[in-house]
């Protein structure tokens, strides 16, 4: 159990009213750039990165900070924090819904704490280690538990698109699982992931990700009595290699196994 007080309800209060502020935004119009590596970025990224930097900075000046967007400071506590002001940027910019906010804290390489939230769905997962994983506030506060599906000819699998599959050279072990599963959706990002979380979904499968993507999943995946892990044992979330896994308890190390098998053609 995290032994650490973070005000959690000030930073769901902060997260909520950012996304808010994105809606709003995105509602009105808002222009877009591309940033070297060619993916697409918004004055509305830059702003919550902005104003999620000043809330740890302001109650935590000995914390570390990483953001996607290039906000970065060193820890001197131990403590990082991560931060994908917009995860699914382009969902976000094409008027989908699945576009989230999410942060977290890790502590000595443990994720400590995480926020998934969804604003155009109105949609809040938090976790504090040890603490349970919850959706909403207040007196709409539910306790959120994974799935208890055990094999994976009974699962529903998501995964975050073929493209990604093929540039991690994972496309025919991807087949291979989805032909066998129960069901198989391509959602991207952390709206994949929370499916798990909620128990609506039993695995996601991402690809490509980075340490803002999942920090803040693995927290609230594990209260959930779920796992995560990248494959060939880099669970770090600092290092979260090429394949990243999200699953219930049962089926983590069975898809885990899958992603790493060898595919004979024929």
Known sequence: MSDY?????ELLQL???????????RAAGIATQRKPDRTVVTEMDLYIEKKLFEF???RFPDDGFAGEEGKAVASRSGRVWLVDPIDGTQQYVRGQDFWGILV???????????????????????????????AGTGAREERL??????RIEDAYVLHNGIDFACRTDKLDQLRRIVRSAEAERGYADSFGHT??????????IDFLAEPHDIAAVAVCVAEAGGSWSGLNGQNSVHQPGQVS????AALGPLV?????????AG
């Open 5 to 9: 007080r973070y005000p959690v309800q």
């Open 15 to 25: 997260v909520n009213e950012l996304g808010d502020k994105a809606v709003q935004a």
């Open 56 to 58: 740890v900075r302001t």
């Open 104 to 134: 977290a804290c890790v502590a000595d390489d443990v994720p400590d704490l995480g926020v998934i939230a969804h604003p155009a769905r109105q949609e809040v997962v938090w976790a504090e280690r040890g603490k349970g994983c919850h």
């Open 145 to 150: 538990r994974t799935s208890l599906v055990d």
């Open 195 to 204: 499916e798990v979380i909620r128990g609506h979904a039993d695995v996601m």
């Open 245 to 248: 896994v999200t699953a219930n």
């Open 256 to 264: 885990s196994a899958a992603l790493t098998a060898e595919v004979v």
